[in-house]
């Protein structure tokens, strides 16, 4: 299958009247079709199934250049796996793809996908790293988004310990930054974490939540004390 092939296939299922609907509320000037996100997801599915992984990877190598919405969301299903063999190729064309994020849509699709390569080889925690210090906000907050996999472990080993604690820095290097998608991204994380690390998350709003913009410190404490209640 072709780009262009998956572009008329998307575009089978635009809603009509949608596209500018969507435009107005993502707000990037680039091409939406009007394909809710289940129609979009369903193809990726049907698709990732039909095709070897070089072919995936070509199709959403040249989605992704289409810069059409809902072919970047395709393309980003076609290689969210959990499983993936001689999975290098997917992971360069995911961190490639990540200086261009320019939504939080988009990005955060991706970032589902590179969850699953990053659990799947922690070692490339180190070609994450250097986002943090990128110019591009979009970039920097991916640092965070696809690193949740770590608040989310119940029994962590001594490694996602350090991963956790590393990833924390981060965040915590992240609070004079008074941009509303990277408050809302530490946040995210602190609040994720709180359902199995609470302590972890005290002691970071101790040290540094005077510095959070206010919407933030209170949605990563919203679930501490749902944390303290003892099993039922």
Known sequence: ??????????????????????????????????????????????LRRSLTLPERVALAD???????????????RLLTQARIREDGPVWDLIRGWVPEFDSWAIA??????????????PARLEDVAPWIESPQMWTRRAA??????????????????????????WAAGYVPDREWFIQKAVAWWLRDLSKHDPDRVRAFLDAHGAGMKPFARREAARLLAQADQPPE
């Not at 989605?63 to 970047?72: T, V």
């Not at 988004?145 to 119940?154: E, R």
């Open 144 to 169: 965070l988004v696809i690193t949740l996999p770590w608040t989310k472990q119940t029994h962590p080993s001594a490694a996602d310990l350090a991963i956790r604690d590393r990833v924390l820095g």
């Open 108 to 121: 955060d699709h991706v970032c589902m996908a590179g969850m699953r390569r990053l659990s799947a080889d």
């Open 1 to 46: 299958m072709t780009p262009q092939d998956a572009i008329a296939a998307l575009e089978r299922h635009a809603v009509p009247g949608r596209s500018a609907e969507m435009a107005a509320y993502h707000k990037v000037p680039r091409r939406y079709l009007g394909v809710a996100n289940p129609d979009t997801n369903a193809l990726g599915t049907d």
């Open 62 to 76: 040249g989605l992704w250049r289409s810069d059409i919405f809902e072919a970047r969301l395709l393309a980003a």
